[in-house]
């Protein structure tokens, strides 16, 4: 998962971007980068870690210009921790690009094998990332003739684009001398919301990941930007825009209602943190039909994703609620850092109990989902030494079985803990005495309730359907090859 921003200003826009990167931190934690426009030329500095350390003052002070990108990311499954991997990427051809993207392709491959064929483009990563850039690079020079674009060339290009590539992408670039595009997949998979300030030197135009980076910022949130549609603003700040795509279809990752996103901000209209109450409500519905609520002496949320639900989950069962884990907020999500030995020693860096709130009490943990079960195992550990006498277990998720393919770093079955085992097995695997998943339409509805329009969702890790249509079990399997552990 990854965070993209992009910005034509009116003004110098790194402290712009660098601030909205800071609020988009919770997607990514790997890389950070921002790409600047000056006079025709572009300024880019990036690097593996965190934004506050990937960007010092004189990094800032190389980054002039009214116009630029920038992400922040952690590795999927078609990059690895190579800094050259790190985000925008550069093509000089046509006019010069720079380019962020959040997602990740299923073709990329295959059309990395194409580009090379017939545009002779030389891919220097394996980054599906890159594959992207070059596809919409080799676009633009078919319909601008290497001459010059308008809105409709720009528009033109995504669409041949959207004909090509599958699977998920949301995407910000900068086209030297001409502006900002960004554009998303037919299914609008990643989020990518359009935001506006009115200046005294003009409109500025802000596109995000996420509604809390523009309105951090000050922006006003005006739309999402549609499942296949462009958005194109010129140098003077001019708003063009186009579904690029007869098969477009909102189809939005309901995993950013469950964990990614902040609970601050809206996607595709819906309030995240809203959407966490309701998942909270459907599974105080489902826990009082299993354990009796004179069973339960306090809810206790696993920070930070699951609290909404905890919350709202207690206040309906009429139960005690406490923040009895202390989270250090200097240690990155288990879930997305590399390699198993890390996450394990990071779960006990990262929580801390508070003895008092455990002991001599049967405690109900709620955490938003449960991945791998390896932080679920370590936390009901951790609640048992501090004195617990039960510990029941809830997820607000329903299970993860199957491989996430868009962009979600669970590429492989075997890492997930409810793939090949029963609900009762999982539960004996964490420890629990008593485990409760979400059900997956409840889950879904909780979505819907906010936004009743909103009847499709890319669900694949909780239900095996993968929407773009190209995934089997032959892919699944390369994939889990090619991971590294």
Known sequence: MCGIVGVIGRSQVNQLLYDGLLLLQHRGQDAAGIATANNGLFNLHKSHGLVRDVFKTQNMLSLPGFQGIGQVRYPTAGSNNSEHEAQPFYVNAPFGIMFAHNGNLTNWKELREALYKKDQRHINTNSDSEVLLNVFAHELHSVSNGISLDENAIFKAVANLHKQVRGAYAVVSLIAGYGLVAFRDIYGIRPLCIGRQDTDKGVEWMIASESVALE???????????????????????????????????????????????????????????????????????????????????????????????????????????????????????????????????????????????????????DDSIVRGTTSKEIVEMARSVGAKKVYFASAASQIRYQNVYGIDMPTQNELVASNRSDEEVRRFIGADHLIYQDIDDMKQAVRDIKPSLSNFEASCFDGIYITGDVNPEYLSKLSNSRVS
Request: hydrophobic share 40%.
């Open 216 to 366: 951090g910022n000050g922006f006003k949130f005006v739309r999402d930007v549609a499942p296949g549609e462009a958005v194109f603003i010129d140098l003077d700040g001019n708003f063009f825009s186009k579904v690029c795509s007869n098969e477009s279809v909102l189809t939005p990752c309901i995993f950013e209602y469950i964990y990614f996103a902040r609970p601050d901000s809206f996607i595709d209209g819906v309030s995240v943190y809203d959407t966490r109450l309701r998942m909270g409500e459907y599974l105080a519905k489902k826990i009082s039909k299993e354990i009796s609520s004179g069973d339960i002496d306090v809810v206790i949320p696993i920070p930070d994703s699951s609290r909404p639900a905890a919350m709202q989950l207690a206040d309906s069962l009429n139960l005690n609620y406490k923040e009895g884990l202390i989270k250090n907020r200097y240690v990155g999500r288990t879930f997305i850092m590399p390699g198993q030995a890390v996450r394990r020693k990071s779960v006990r860096q990262k929580l801390n109990a508070i003895g008092s709130e455990f002991k001599n009490k049967n405690v109900l943990l709620v």
